[in-house]
């Protein structure tokens, strides 16, 4: 187990791409702590009953006070946060449209909890990150951010941004041996895709545009998370990883 004995935070990860990740975790020997809004504990008890090492515990990454009450709990419990996975967003409940019909507040909205939300994330690890002279930070961002894809430019601009934070931090955090990296899915069959007939049409268009004609699903996205919080990515940071089956590529 590459990873035994290490402490790592999944955001969003009561379910899909961020449960993928923490599971993956956990494989290696991570105690991987499940911070969600809801759904927390029934994630965490998947992955205990497995044999895993998991601690759930809720957090809303749109509030400074729940953040800084996440970082401290897992300090006071863990002594350590080695592995920081950015993963929570608002995407799922986003309704496609034309972007005039789209208010002010639809967008503060996403970006509160999209962006702002890693801003506040990042911050609370940051002094236990670099006293400890290491860590990795993995944001997810989106293909999305590289195509323009129409109906959800709000999303899309908070996953631009993630991509220009990302190279920001890793920029500031490398004289401490903190590494930031992000990686860029493409459209993932997890159970909020899988279960909503209304996506199809989005996931056979994915699927046109990739090199690889198959369906990308949260499993692929979390072996990548993996390598970017594993000793065989040491010398990598400041880089965005798109992992679509050749999507953007092509």
């Not at 449960?19 to 992955?47: N, S, W």
């Not at 967008?107 to 994330?121: A, K």
């Not at 998370?225 to 679509?244: C, N, P």
Request: charged share 20%; glycine share 10%.
């Amino acid at each position: 187990m590459k990873l035994d004995g290490q402490c790592a935070i999944v955001t969003g990860s009561a379910g899909g791409i961020g449960f993928a990740a923490a599971k993956r975790l956990a494989e290696e020997g991570t105690t991987v702590v499940i911070a969600d809004i809801t759904g927390a504990e029934t994630a965490a008890a998947e992955l205990n009953g497995m044999g895993l090492k998991a601690i759930a515990m809720e957090v809303d990454v749109a509030s400074d006070n729940s953040v800084d009450q996440l970082v401290k709990s897992i300090m006071d419990q863990q002594g350590r946060i080695d592995i920081l996975v950015n993963n929570a967003a608002l995407a799922s409940r986003l309704k496609p449209g034309p972007f005039e019909e789209k208010t002010s507040e639809d967008w503060l909205t996403v970006y509160d909890v999209n962006v702002v939300g890693i801003f506040r994330m990042c911050r609370a690890v940051s002094p236990h990150m670099r006293a400890a002279g290491s860590g990795r930070i993995i944001n997810l961002s989106s293909g999305t951010a590289f195509k323009g894809t129409p109906g959800l430019m709000q999303y899309i601009a908070t996953k631009g941004a993630i991509v220009s934070m990302t190279r920001a931090l890793a920029a500031e955090f490398g004289k401490d041996n903190v590494l930031v990296n992000a990686v860029a899915p493409g459209l993932t069959l997890s159970e909020h895709i899988a279960t909503r007939p209304e996506m199809q049409p989005y996931v056979d268009a994915a699927i046109a545009t990739r090199l690889i004609k198959r369906n990308g699903y949260p499993e692929d996205i979390a072996d990548v998370i993996y390598f970017l919080a594993s000793a065989e990515s040491r010398f990598i940071t400041g880089q965005i990883l798109a992992v679509d089956g050749g999507s953007v590529f092509h």
